[in-house]
């Protein structure tokens, strides 16, 4: 059962990596990022979800990364990333925040948020 746990969660951890990219060739700035957060959120409830645990609904990228014991693990590059893209998480669905980081995005941002996420992705992978 677990095995299969993991599955879904990568199966649409990588579905959603794939919609950022569908974002990022059509200039979609703020769901690039939103979707970026979503691959990191469900690749860490993948790694939740090994031993059979049931992911907690929650959203907060570095206390998933905590529940799925492998925070400890990530260098400080890696936890800075994770601040960086909660704010998509929540954040961008309100006029005040979601204009703020409008502001702040655009091809070049995203392609690196993109390629960050993709070897994120992978490296929490690896942990499974």
Sequence with gaps: MAGNRVAYWLE????D???GKAMLAT?????????????IEKALKAVISRD???????HDLGRLAE????YAAMDDEQKTFLEKL???QIEARYPESRN???KQLNEQVCSQLMTATE??????????
Excluded: E
């Design 100 to 102: 703020r980081l409008l």
């Design 52 to 58: 059979g645990a049931l992911p907690s609904k929650i």
């Design 86 to 88: 909660q704010p998509f």
């Design 67 to 70: 529940l799925g014991a492998i």
């Design 17 to 19: 990596l794939a919609t």
């Design 27 to 39: 200039g979609r700035w703020l769901y690039v990022g939103f979707m970026c957060c979503q691959v």
């Design 119 to 128: 070897d994120m992705a992978l490296w929490i992978k690896a942990k499974l």
């Design 12 to 15: 649409i951890a990588y579905y």
